[in-house]
């Protein structure tokens, strides 16, 4: 099996009485597209949530390279920067500018002036057909150019893997298209990822794996080619056809 980037082991996570994750096994493989499918409560933003450090773990280990960054007492902050996260709702700030919010992070966290950033970020935009939104607030941007910024500002940080939870299901239908673009590329050009979705048409073309999740553990995992047509997998897609 080749080298994880991000694994997990045994992660459990619980609110309350109430055991979210109970003991997820997984393994990512540099320049992998992973996604996560499961019924609404299932535990995917939980995941990615842990991934992210965003949510404290209550066993269990999550390995970034060999680093146990799972670790009680750690810092998360720099560790969030090599792990990049992307919501449903965009959360930009409203009173800067798609740039100004891209270069936000990166100031911060190396104190350095926005023209040691400049360029890296324009070329961003460039990359993802945003250069004429880049002075623009995100009133006045569409749902998918905001969701296509926020993603420009995740990877404003360069991490190695990129964690998205649900990005496409606030947007308009016809908006869809071009933010799946934007991960269509980013699989293109090598990223790590992990996706929480809902757009099983997009998971069958694109990912090299969907886990299944149900009742806090991963079911089933499996390449699109198998899952989609193994018998194996039928009920599981019987269930996905009834709840997605
Ligand atoms: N902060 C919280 N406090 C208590 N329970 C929570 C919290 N966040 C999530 N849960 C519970 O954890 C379970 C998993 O929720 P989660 O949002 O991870 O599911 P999901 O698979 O991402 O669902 P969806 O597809 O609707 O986004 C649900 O039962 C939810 O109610």
Redesign the pocket.
Known sequence: MTEALLETRGLV?R??P?T??NGIDLHIAPGQMTC?V????????????CLNLL?PIDDGQILLGEEDISEPGRDPQPLRQRIGMVF?SYNLFPHMTALENALLAPRRVHRKPRTEFLPAIEALFERFGLSAHMHHYPDQLSGGQQQRVAIVRALAMKPQVMLF??IT?ALDPELVGEVLDVLRQLRAEGMTMIL?T?EMAFARELADTICF?DG?RVIEQAPPAAFFTAPEHARTRAFLARVL
């Open positions: 996570k609110y309350g109430h979210v994750l996560l499961g019924a609404s409560g299932s535990g995917k933003s939980t995941l990615l949530k949510e449903q939870d649900e299901s929480a809902h999740l806090g």
